[in-house]
């Protein structure tokens, strides 16, 4: 039989100028493009990632040592900014928090752009559509850019674009990743709003506390700091006015119980055996809320027992608490309590503030700060945050863009980092920090910029004696008795 002819391939059909647009907007080929420019970024950011979370000290045999970058100061071994100006540009970084589940994802909550009037009402509400956008997309809707609240999930690996964003009604002054659920992270809002974002839904929030602080016990001031307790299963906020709400993560929507301080809260942080709660205020004072068994939840109403540290004028912080920070080591049956705060090292509580001082605080043995350390530079302290691996090792950002690290097991007088730090920004103040589970990252944020630092193991890794080293030294000099 004659052999049939092979058979010439269809040209392409060209398409034309409308079916070309037509394509390009609709949602399969959105999607399409989202997921595989993601994709290649990550594949681009890879050494990223490599630089940020490989341990060069444990590779084994055969191993590729990676080149680290560093900064001449033999404390940094890696830096890297993550900032997306389309989203993040004139605004300023409110909160930063790890992932307790994905080690390579970083939360970041943003404030109001510079050019935004409003505080209550943004304009992301009114440009809800039937269906919302998902939180993946880099792709703006209208009025999105200029909502008032945002919030970015980063990966290591793409600097210059988010995994995921979030929009808001109000200022998002204060952020969290849920402890057990990856898929939801929860937010403290200027309005008094605590907002629940899930990844699988989209952008906008899907759940949200009642606004009716009367009738739900809520926060009707900016919530400025909130705090996971109760190995994950509880979640504390507080608000401007002084008032500290405790919630159950089962029920966002209203809390558990409600207490106030005498004061306008700044920040607070929650002791390490997580029933404990100590807290700044604006006008420099400290005040300790210790757990209480007789607690009612079904009143809503708190009888946790509230006192203002009895501290001299000359020894309190002048002006706001600006940072606070506990120790978060794993609880210990082993611990003795005073006071109902553990004694020892992981006691100690760190505060800074607008006097240019970072103040240590042994509420198990007095109310009043151990000792108190100046800036060398006569600058605002913006936050302060133990290192979560090395008892002794804390870190303090300062508004003149300079990071320092101390390390209280080798000198109570200067910064291992030197007396003039760590330079990260010539004309932004450094606002926030936050250090990894290992304590090998740790996160700085200046403006709308999230830097992620990777410390050298020979400061962030702990030998083994540096909390009878660091109390020892306190008891030297006579600032503690054991």
Known sequence: EKAEAPQEPETPKALTAEEREATVASEPFSDFLNSASKKVERMLGAPDLADLLADTDYLGDGATEIEKVTDGSGFITGRHIYECPKWTATRDVTDVDWSPIHRELMLASYHMPSTSKSLVGSSALSAILPKDTPSASLIPRSGELQSDGLALVWSLAMPNRPEHIFTCGSPVLTSRFHPTEHHLLVGGCHSGQLVVWDIRAGRLAVQRSSLDAVASKG????????????????????????????????????????????????????????????????????????????????????????????????????GTITGISSKRFARSSSHQMSKGFLRGGDGLVLTCGVDWTTKLWAPAYTEKPVMSLLSNTYDYMCDVQWSTVNPSLFAAASSNGTLSLWNLATSLETPISGSDGIKLDEDLSLNKLKWSADGRRLIVTSGDKVRVLGISEDVARPKGDENERMMGNLASRGFLQP
Do not use: Q, Y
């Open 219 to 318: 926060h009707s001031h900016p919530i400025c700091s909130m705090e996971i307790t109760e190995g994950g299963a509880g979640l504390v906020t507080g608000s401007s006015d002084g008032k500290l709400n405790f919630w159950s993560l089962a029920n966002l929507r209203d809390p558990a119980e409600s207490l106030s301080i005498s004061s306008n809260l700044s920040c607070f942080a929650v002791a390490p055996e997580g029933s404990s709660i100590i807290c700044g205020d604006e006008s420099g004072g400290v005040h300790s809320i210790l757990a209480s068994s007789s607690a009612t939840g079904s009143s809503r109403s708190s009888r946790r027992p509230v006192r203002m540290f009895d501290v001299p004028e000359e020894e309190r912080h002048f």
